[in-house]
């Protein structure tokens, strides 16, 4: 069993700036980790994704270059690094980890590749 803590999330203005924690406890070796967003009235969509030997990473497209995914596995912690926030950017963001498994980054990453999720935190933004 794993359990993960999402934190970080608030109100930022458009164009700010936030880091968004998630925290792995129980079961902490060989998982790649997925950070997963989902606003009001819409399903949950990928955005960020790193594996856990080589820390290779993917984004949704229209985050690259403005969210950075990264793992501290001292700490048992991945982060997400918002940049540049937008409006869309809106929703409650959730992290979810997958064991033993390495993720073809040519592909977008499924919920249903994810075995345990954390309960979300909620990312908020004004113009």
């Known amino acids: 069993q794993a359990q993960l803590v999402e934190s970080g999330g608030g109100s930022v203005q458009a164009g700010g700036s936030l880091r968004l924690s998630c925290a792995v406890s129980g079961r902490t070796f060989s998982y790649a980790v997925g950070w997963f967003r989902q606003a009001p009235g819409k399903e949950r969509e990928f955005v960020a994704g790193?594996?856990?030997?080589?820390?290779?990473?993917n984004y949704l497209d229209s985050v690259k270059g403005r969210f950075f995914i990264s793992r501290d596995d001292v700490k048992n912690m991945v982060y997400l690094e918002i940049d540049d926030l937008k409006l869309e950017d809106k929703a409650v963001y959730f992290c979810a980890a997958a064991f033993g498994y390495y993720h073809d980054l040519r592909k977008p990453w499924e919920t249903s590749n994810m075995d345990y999720w954390g309960k979300g935190t909620l990312v908020t933004g004004s113009s």
């Open positions: 790193i594996n856990w030997n080589d820390y290779s990473t």
